[in-house]
């Protein structure tokens, strides 16, 4: 019997939700993905020092001051992992913007622009790289601009189905479901202990997947962020899934069968309707959505927290 890790791989195209380009080597996933948490992570170990240093001196060598000198920096840093990660994964390497900029569209365009000129003077082509962008209605008509200047994004942070109809609307390459914070929220809102098969994130994701394939979008879904390998196994089959190494570790060692959960054809029947969101309504869908709206907020806030702990880290570097 082969283990789940390889099981899954035939379902799923597997993703590594890591800036630890040790475990990407070990575990050889299709993709990878790195977020303003996993950056400072990696920024720390000493095996990854020489990326820092070089991010750190590209910034000095640009002339730049203040908050654009630590924007260069850090999207040097982003890129600079970014193209270690290529070097192992045959596909793509999802890069942020700086979250800060959730509510921002134009602003969110400019650096996304910025990203893929930069990894394109390291030798690397559009089509190997995608842009992280938070699943705020400015992300979403950002995403839209940079879809049409064949720049992919991969719109994270999205907890709601609103957000999720608004991305497929838009031709958003790819989305991110947030499997984990979904269950994290619904835990401490019901006071429940969830199954794998009542988890409330697997419904959300399960339910999107039903509605992308019903009406033939072609956004690629991709779950994420997960506190179990049964919420994992439950959307066996789903597009993509970003796991965390620890959950890779899991599977690999687990030589037990794995079922397959979700079919592009399993929603032909349902009766679904079909939504066409614009600004208004999207705006009060997702504030009927407690849920999405907490979480979207606590992530942006979350993301944002971690960046200016990474650019802390950076002017210590800087001063030391």
């Not at 990854?48 to 060598?61: E, F, P, R, T």
């Not at 429940?192 to 988890?199: F, I, R």
């Not at 690629?220 to 620890?246: H, K, V, W, Y």
């Not at 029947?269 to 709206?293: C, G, I, P, S, V």
């Amino acid at each position: 019997m082969e283990d789940k890790l390889t099981q899954l791989k035939k379902m799923t195209v597997v993703v590594a939700d890591t800036g630890d380009i040790d475990s990407i080597r070990q575990y050889q996933p299709e993709d990878a993905t790195t977020n303003p948490s996993l950056l400072f992570k990696a920024a720390q170990m000493a095996q990854y020092s020489h990326l820092v240093d070089d991010a750190i001196n590209v910034g000095k060598a640009s002339g730049k001051n203040g908050q654009e000198l630590l924007d260069t920096i850090l999207d040097r840093l982003a890129v600079n992992f970014g193209k270690e990660i290529l070097e192992i994964v045959p596909g793509r390497i999802s890069t942020e913007v700086d979250a800060r900029l959730s509510f921002d569209k134009e602003g969110t365009v400019e650096r996304a622009r910025s990203l893929i000129e930069l990894y394109s003077q390291a030798g690397i082509e559009r089509n190997r790289i995608l842009i992280k962008i938070a699943s705020t209605w400015e992300g979403i008509r950002a995403a839209e601009i940079l879809e049409e200047e064949q720049i992919n994004c991969n719109l994270t942070l999205l907890f709601g189905f609103s957000q999720a109809v608004a991305c497929a609307e838009a031709g958003v390459f790819l989305i991110s479901p947030f499997v984990g914070r979904i269950l994290d929220w619904y835990k401490k809102n019901e006071g429940v202990d969830y199954s794998a098969e009542t988890d409330p994130g697997v419904l959300s994701v399960t339910s999107i997947y039903r509605y992308y394939k019903k009406f033939d979008y072609k956004t690629i879904i991709m779950g994420a962020s997960f506190r179990n390998t049964g919420e994992i196994e439950q959307l066996a089959g789903c597009d993509r899934l970003t796991i965390g190494p620890n959950f890779l570790e899991d599977l690999s060692n687990d030589q037990t069968q794995l079922t397959r959960k979700l079919y592009p054809d399993m929603s032909q029947q349902d009766d679904l309707e079909h939504l066409q969101l614009d600004e208004k309504t999207f705006r009060l869908m997702l504030n009927d959505d407690a849920m999405a709206t907490e979480k979207l907020a606590e992530g942006i806030r979350n993301f944002s927290a971690d960046l200016i702990k990474l650019e802390n880290f950076i002017k210590e570097r800087m001063a030391g």
